[in-house]
């Protein structure tokens, strides 16, 4: 992921130190100071805390996401009644190593949008929320990196990009719980959170500018292509994937609730349990959406059509009872009711699979892959800002796995858009 090596600093109670660390050619240390070691110590442990050493190294050597950087923090102190203790914690940074790639993030306000989500949306979605977690704990949040508990330690972890029914569940469960934290606060708060903080919610994942079009443009350059290759038409797909601007906006005519909004198989991770408990991780892109949005997203990034077609409604009917059954503990008068939930899905499932269409050549590569392309800023730029094209296909023939789900996605793309005029808008 970086080519940053870093070692273990020995750390004393100075401020020489302190200064000898930031200054040394290891410039992870320049965004998370000895100070803030001792910061996230102290609120993890509720106690004062000697930082005795600590390392960063970058996480993995694959590509984890596509719009930060990640680290392992692992810090060794030593608490008032002389115990020594040991603990990780996962860093996540704008990926100022590509220069080209840090550029993007910054103007496109992603990294921003994480923070203010844990900065001031998380706080009031826990707030009064007594059910099972949805997302790890925040330690820190400053403008270019954040803090969080080390998931990796605890048992949980990434799994294969096509989820079966277990994973499905799980995630659908968490998910509920998101939905249902935030149906709670604003029951609370008597206001709709975008009304209170309309700036964390402003649109980033498919903004209408001009640097966003930049990243659509060779994604609707790769499915008229594969269409092509399908002996489909290319301009048709082309054309109905400029729909996927219609999924940005909160509904009129139904429940709305803070969304993920990113939900491809990296951002959740699942432990050891049976059956397995799911977090939703990264939240750059999050959203203020109807029910189905996150729903509709998560079973077209995460499952195939045959999956899809067997068990979608068991899938629907699980998440709004796992909702149903959150609102009731917390003794809520309001549930949305159950025909949001099926009509929203007809709502966003043309949007979701345009989602998949545009993510899916770059999600669904291989991580070491990802990390040869993004971590190098001549490739990075010329991968998402000019020409995949090349790339994508020439990657479908080597990978049979990656080839069969762009293609599954570019095939049920062009048969929606052949009865587009009979395709719900979302409302």
């Known amino acids: 992921m970086s080519n940053i090596t870093v070692q273990i600093k020995p750390c004393l109670e100075t401020k020489t130190i302190t200064d000898a660390v930031i200054k040394s050619n290891n410039s992870i240390y320049k965004l998370f100071s000895f100070e803030e070691v001792k910061e996230v110590m102290k609120r993890v442990l509720n106690d004062d805390v000697a930082v005795m050493e ?31 203790v040991a603990l990780s914690f996962f860093l996540k940074t704008i990926p100022y190593e590509v220069p080209e790639q840090a550029d993007y993030v910054i103007k496109k306000g992603v990294f921003e949008n994480e923070t203010n989500f844990y900065g001031i949306i998380m706080p009031l979605l826990r707030e009064g929320y007594r059910g099972k977690p949805w997302a790890p704990m925040c330690y820190k949040v400053t403008n270019n990196l954040m803090v969080f508990e080390e998931l990796g330690r605890k048992s949980y972890s990434t799994r294969n990009k096509l989820f079966d029914e277990t994973l499905v569940r799980a995630g659908l469960s968490a998910i509920a719980r998101l939905h249902a934290a935030s149906l709670l606060a ?7 959170l975008n009304r209170l903080h309309p700036d964390a919610f402003a649109e980033k994942g498919f903004a209408r500018d001009e640097m966003t079009r930049m990243w659509l443009e060779p994604g609707f350059d790769v499915a008229a292509a594969v269409a092509e290759r399908q002996g489909r038409d290319p301009h048709l797909v082309r054309a109905v994937c400029e729909r996927i601007y219609d999924i940005t ?8 609730v803070v969304s993920h909004g990113d939900l491809w198989a990296n951002n959740l991770m699942f432990n050891n349990d049976v059956p397995p408990n799911c977090l939703l991780v ?18 077209y990034l995460c499952t195939d059509r045959s999956f899809r077609e067997a068990r979608e409604y068991a899938m629907l009917q699980h998440y709004y009872e796992t909702l149903c059954e959150i609102l009731n503990a917390h003794e809520t008068p309001q549930k949305p009711a159950w025909s ?35 971590n190098d800023s001549a490739s990075y730029a010329e991968y998402y800002f000019r020409d995949r094209k090349k790339f994508v296909l020439s990657n479908m023939k080597k990978d049979s796995v ?26």
């Open 340 to 374: 949001e939930v099926v009509e929203g899905m007809e709502e966003q499932r043309l949007g979701a699979l345009i989602t998949a269409v545009l993510y899916f050549p770059t999600v669904l590569m291989d991580e070491n892959l990802g990390a040869q392309v993004m």
């Open 186 to 192: 604003e029951a609370r708060l008597d206001v709709p």
């Open 402 to 427: 990656y080839e069969r789900r762009i293609n599954e996605a570019v095939v049920e793309v062009a048969e929606l858009a052949s009865r587009l005029d009979q395709l719900p808008k979302p409302s």
């Open 249 to 256: 906006e909160p509904s009129c005519t139904k429940t709305n």
């Open 54 to 84: 600590y390392a960063i190294r970058p996480y993995s050597d694959g590509k984890l996401g596509f719009l930060g950087s990640h680290y392992r923090l692992e810090v060794i102190a030593s608490t008032k009644k002389e115990e020594t």
């Open 282 to 299: 990264d939240y750059q892109l999050s959203r203020y959406s109807p029910l189905a949005h996150d729903i509709a997203q998560f079973l």
